[in-house]
């Protein structure tokens, strides 16, 4: 019966050969592809549905994420405000690297959840500043199209009266608000506006009564902060101009134009902020302006043609002066007052 060989152990130099020529392999194969890099696990908490303007441009950013196959994506919506930090903690404690959400009603909370977690990266909705070191704010500065749109409703109305139906007179309402009435103005020195808040970001009828009521006094043209208020519209045969998302497929001959939220210069920026281990407390409200791709005025489509040239001609020219710099369309967070007598 024969004894077995002997093993003889590698040497040094012998495994670092065979480390390098497996490197010189992978390298010959090229990168690898993104389904087999470690994805970044996100979770998102939304105290409104999906569906909802300024939440389903999030969701749209990261599910377009998710499609690349960067990260896993979890979310939860119609979260209370009661719950939001239970939740946020139940995110925190699952192993996602980036929790992003809106924390307008819940800021203290939202702020004390990231301080328990200072290794996990937090982008959120908010009012206030960045917190170091993880905490980082958005919203959606899109008060240069909400400028733009404005002086088109300005060259459409016939009336002078313009409504204008909002959620909350939080900051991130009223400086869109401000910016239509200042373009409206612009083409329509003679234009009046009526102001209403429904006091809830996602409540359709409510929001479609506040329209009716100004429709009824002579508002000729609507600003539809919020869901609802083009079904007014529609229903009146009056014209309303669109906020955040393109509403134009669903009322093709109501929604002149639109000012449009675009998440993705945010979320993609975050994304790689946290896959290089460099993601700090900022405000990304910047990232959601024209000049980063972060917002523009939606297409006529259905009103090519019937807006005066004159107004585009206009239009196009300041639109040009703002991705220039050489026009800055005005921030005020104060709240709109209504001008109509």
Same mark, same amino acid.
């Given at each position: 019966?024969?004894?077995?060989?002997?093993?003889?152990?590698?040497?040094?130099?012998?495994?670092?050969?065979?480390?390098?020529?497996?490197?010189?392999?992978?390298?010959?194969?090229?990168?690898?592809?993104?389904?087999?890099?470690?994805?970044?696990?996100?979770?998102?908490? +939304?105290?409104?549905?999906?569906?909802?303007?300024?939440?389903?441009?999030? !969701?749209?950013?990261?599910?377009?994420?998710?499609?690349?196959?960067?990260?896993?994506?979890?979310?939860? $919506?119609?979260?209370?405000?009661?719950?939001?930090?239970?939740?946020?903690?139940?995110?925190?404690?699952? %192993?996602?690297?980036?929790?992003?959400?809106?924390?307008?009603?819940?800021?203290? &909370?939202?702020?004390? #959840?990231?301080?328990? *977690?200072?290794?996990?990266?937090?982008?959120?909705?908010?009012? %206030?500043?960045?917190?170091?070191?993880?905490?980082?704010?958005?919203?959606? +500065?899109?008060?240069?199209?909400?400028?733009?749109?404005?002086?088109?409703?300005?060259?459409?109305?016939?009336?002078?009266?313009?409504?204008?139906?909002?959620?909350?007179?939080?900051?991130?309402?009223?400086?869109?608000? !401000?910016?239509?009435?200042?373009?409206?103005?612009?083409?329509?020195?003679?234009? @009046?506006?009526?102001?209403?808040?429904?006091?809830?970001?996602?409540?359709?009828?409510?929001?479609?009564?506040?329209?009716?009521?100004?429709?009824?006094?002579?508002?000729?043209?609507?600003?539809? @902060?919020?869901?609802?208020?083009?079904? &007014?519209?529609?229903?009146?045969?009056?014209?309303?101009?669109?906020?955040?998302?393109?509403?134009?497929?669903? +009322?093709?001959?109501?929604?002149?134009?639109?000012?449009?939220? !675009?998440?993705?210069?945010?979320? =993609?920026?975050?994304?790689?902020? #946290?896959?290089?281990?460099?993601?700090?407390?900022? =405000? +990304?409200?910047?990232?959601?302006?024209?000049? !980063?791709?972060?917002? $523009?005025?939606?297409?006529?489509?259905?009103?090519?043609?019937?807006?005066?040239?004159?107004?585009?001609?206009?239009?196009? &020219?300041?639109?040009?002066?703002?991705?220039?710099?050489? *026009?800055?369309?005005?921030? =005020?967070?104060?709240?709109?007052?209504?001008?109509?007598?």
């Amino acid at each position: 019966m024969s004894k077995p060989s002997r093993i003889q152990p590698l040497s040094r130099r012998q495994l670092l050969g065979g480390a390098a020529a497996v490197a010189v392999a992978a390298a010959a194969l090229g990168p690898l592809p993104a389904a087999a890099q470690a994805k970044i696990k996100v979770a998102a908490i +939304y105290t409104v549905p999906f569906e909802q303007q300024w939440v389903s441009r999030i !969701h749209k950013a990261l599910k377009a994420a998710e499609a690349r196959g960067e990260i896993e994506y979890k979310a939860s $919506e119609n979260v209370a405000n009661a719950d939001y930090e239970r939740v946020m903690r139940e995110y925190a404690n699952g %192993g996602n690297q980036l929790i992003v959400g809106e924390a307008f009603a819940v800021e203290a &909370a939202a702020r004390k #959840v990231a301080k328990d *977690f200072p290794n996990i990266s937090f982008l959120l909705g908010s009012s %206030g500043k960045p917190q170091a070191p993880n905490f980082s704010v958005f919203d959606n +500065y899109i008060q240069e199209p909400a400028y733009l749109t404005g002086m088109v409703a300005g060259g459409m109305t016939r009336s002078n009266k313009i409504g204008m139906v909002g959620g909350f007179p939080i900051p991130e309402v009223n400086r869109l608000m !401000h910016a239509f009435m200042a373009g409206a103005r612009e083409t329509n020195p003679r234009v @009046e506006f009526t102001v209403t808040f429904i006091n809830s970001w996602f409540d359709p009828p409510k929001a479609k009564e506040a329209a009716f009521a100004m429709i009824d006094k002579g508002a000729d043209v609507m600003y539809a @902060e919020r869901f609802g208020v083009s079904d &007014a519209a529609k229903e009146r045969k009056v014209l309303a101009i669109g906020n955040v998302i393109d509403t134009q497929p669903q +009322y093709p001959e109501t929604v002149v134009v639109s000012a449009l939220w !675009h998440m993705e210069p945010s979320i =993609d920026r975050a994304l790689k902020l #946290v896959k290089e281990g460099k993601f700090t407390a900022e =405000d +990304y409200g910047p990232f959601s302006m024209m000049k !980063h791709k972060g917002s $523009e005025m939606s297409k006529l489509g259905t009103f090519e043609g019937k807006v005066p040239a004159a107004i585009m001609t206009r239009v196009k &020219a300041r639109e040009a002066d703002i991705l220039s710099g050489k *026009f800055v369309v005005k921030v =005020d967070d104060t709240q709109p007052k209504s001008t109509a007598r």
